[in-house]
């Protein structure tokens, strides 16, 4: 109507609150994503957040790391300390026989990190590595020599930067 818009928080959180009430967008971990990000690319608006997440730790951390679908062996690699590792997400509502198969995939070029939302999304996944499977066998092996580190984001941010400082 011709009036003058002035941008604040208030504004920009109402304004977020309403595209994602009509389902145009999704929030996850404070960032929000196009709905339709999630039929194109065929991961769950959880999985971009978590992966927006590890970029802004490398980001604020400066380590290199790949672009999104960058990598074929995982989700992101990165190079700390002249070191490559490979970062795998997990998010419930992924494929895991798949996150399992490139997880088990990408342990002989390299310390592989498996990142977590938090504790209880960790929990679950180590409760199912102890099912009956060769492949989660071999995983759950892999874990406990160390081969494939378990990380949430808090941990993964504290193990950077701790690299970072050496």
Known sequence: ????????????????????????????????????????????????????????????????????????????????????????????????PMLIRHTLGSITNGLTILVFEGDAPKRDFQSYLARSSKALLTLKLEVETGAVVLLTLTEFESRIKELKGV
């Not at 690319?41 to 971009?48: D, E, I, L, P, V």
């Not at 970029?55 to 604020?60: K, T």
């Open 1 to 96: 109507n011709g009036k003058p818009i002035y941008v604040t928080d208030y504004n920009v959180e109402y304004i977020m609150a309403k595209l994602e009430a009509r389902g145009e967008i999704k929030e996850n971990l404070g960032y929000y994503a196009p709905a339709s990000w999630e039929k194109k690319a065929h991961y769950g608006s959880k999985f971009f957040a978590l992966f927006r997440k590890i970029r802004d730790i490398c980001v604020n951390n400066a380590v290199p790391f790949t672009q999104f679908e960058e990598s074929k062996e995982c989700d992101t690699e990165i190079t700390a300390v002249g070191q490559t590792m490979y970062v795998h997400i997990y998010d419930k509502e992924r494929d895991l």
